[in-house]
């Protein structure tokens, strides 16, 4: 067992408990937008907690101005990941990349399948999102975490949706349990997906 989460309320949000083993992907059906940010910031900080061997799959950011006159390329940042692990050159496997490519000119499925990469050098355990991930990019990224459970990977992934349900390990929807009139009908709205 990697880790156990006991039923907890974020954010007016029931997450009802689950236990992560190794090779196995467990989705937590969260409702995305800025308004619900909060609730996977909080759930990550929570996870890795519990289990130090467990990492976040970062979004990728330039926020320095220096970053803004010279742009990270591809090549300059996979020089930070272990050299050892296969998953090290698997972006170089889409034929148009290239290590000069400056990744703020990548789309955001491209973005978040380059942090995948990188994350997955250092460890087979991940958190991922699939924010700023169109649907396309979306099932490549699934392929992807599937390859990673073939070789005793484990994954948490925060998911809006429920294209995966029928495929992964575990599928846990989040109940809203607060008493906003905006979200009144969310848990049915889920239900009937």
């Known amino acids: 067992m990697l880790l156990s989460f006991k039923e907890q309320i974020i954010e007016d949000f029931l997450i009802p408990s689950f236990i992560l083993n190794e090779g196995e992907i467990i989705i937590l059906e969260i409702p995305n937008g800025v308004e619900f940010q909060k609730i996977s910031s909080r759930l990550i900080e929570i996870l890795t907690e519990i289990c130090s061997e467990i990492k976040y799959v970062e979004h990728f950011k330039e926020n320095s101005f220096l970053n803004k006159l010279f742009p990270t390329t591809i090549g300059q940042y996979l020089k930070k990941c272990n050299k050892n692990s296969t998953y090290t050159n698997k972006i170089y496997e889409i034929e148009w990349m290239k290590p000069e490519i400056k990744i703020n000119s990548l789309a955001g499925s491209y973005r978040r399948l380059l942090s995948l990469y990188k994350t997955l050098t250092f460890t087979k355990s991940i958190i991922i999102d699939l924010l700023g991930v169109d ?38 929807r989040v109940k809203y349990v607060g008493t906003d009139e905006r979200y009144k009908d969310y848990n049915k709205i889920m239900a009937d997906k």
């Open 135 to 172: 649907p396309i990019g979306g099932i490549e990224i699934y392929k992807i975490l599937k390859q990673n459970q073939k070789e005793n990977g484990s994954t948490i992934l925060f998911d809006s949706c429920n294209e995966f349900e029928k495929d992964c390990t575990n599928f846990i």
